[in-house]
């Protein structure tokens, strides 16, 4: 199987790249005008309709993952296991949907408010690998956007993907606020409710004309975001 993403292994615009320190030949590079795909790209050869939900949270094809390195490593941590051309997702394994359901039954204790499926119906899932978390939660009503960064686990999304859950890549790297050297402008004891509408000490070194200015942009932006997600949540909650 051909394994190609037009903005992903766009190999020329890469290529002009003046520096991957940070993970930039991961991130959309896609091909100039007039050089892009402009067809239907075919099925690949030998790959076959994915096998349907609620099945496919315990397997998938395995003609239809490309890169098969991710499943010799997992397959050590009993969350995988190949048997008759599929790819099976063991009940027993550390990943399995039966233990993130355990899981997510720890979180709803800890955050009873959380109530998946009818307060919290949308979930961003980072570094969520085969999807597994993300498929718990389907079975909950709640949507999850599984986001992997490309590696050398390419598959991974693939294997998400596969299962149902709705996933994609994301240069995780470059999108990393580097941490200050000196460990007290951090703030790493400042509660949770203070980190979420107090701008921390670090983002003082952005360039703008004065503190307050600084300060006042994040509140304003917390502020602005806060506003949006609650009329959203009325949205939903008005729909169920």
């Not at 320190?21 to 309709?49: F, M, S, T, W």
């Not at 932006?221 to 729909?239: D, F, P, V």
Request: aromatic share 8%.
């Amino acid at each position: 199987m051909v394994y190609y993403v037009p903005c992903l292994d766009n190999a020329e615009g890469i290529g002009k790249l003046n520096s991957t320190e940070n993970g930039e030949n991961y991130e959309r590079h896609c091909p100039e005008a007039n050089k892009g795909l402009d067809c239907v790209i075919p099925r690949p050869e030998g790959y076959k309709i994915p096998i349907p939900w609620p099945q496919s949270q315990d397997e998938v094809w395995l003609g239809n993952v490309c890169h098969k390195g991710l499943l010799e490593n997992k397959s050590d941590e009993n969350s995988i296991r190949i048997e008759g051309g599929k790819v099976i997702f063991p009940a027993g394994g550390p990943k399995s949907i039966p233990e993130m359901a355990k899981y997510l039954d720890t979180i709803s204790q800890m955050v009873p408010d959380i109530s998946f499926g009818q307060n919290t119906k949308v979930v961003l899932d980072i570094g969520g690998g085969i999807g597994s978390f993300g498929a718990s939660l389907l079975e909950r009503n709640a949507s999850t956007l599984t986001i992997a960064p490309k590696d050398a686990h390419e598959n991974q999304i693939q294997l998400a993907l596969e299962r149902g859950v709705p996933a994609m890549y994301v240069p995780i790297k470059a999108c990393i606020t580097p941490i200050p050297e000196s460990g007290s402008e951090y703030r790493a004891n400042v509660t949770w409710s203070v980190r979420l509408h107090n701008p921390p000490i670090r983002l003082q070194s952005i360039r703008i004309d004065s503190y307050i200015a600084r300060k006042e942009l994040f509140k304003a932006e917390s502020k602005y975001w806060y506003e949006i997600t609650l009329r959203i949540a009325s949205k939903l909650g008005s729909n169920t």
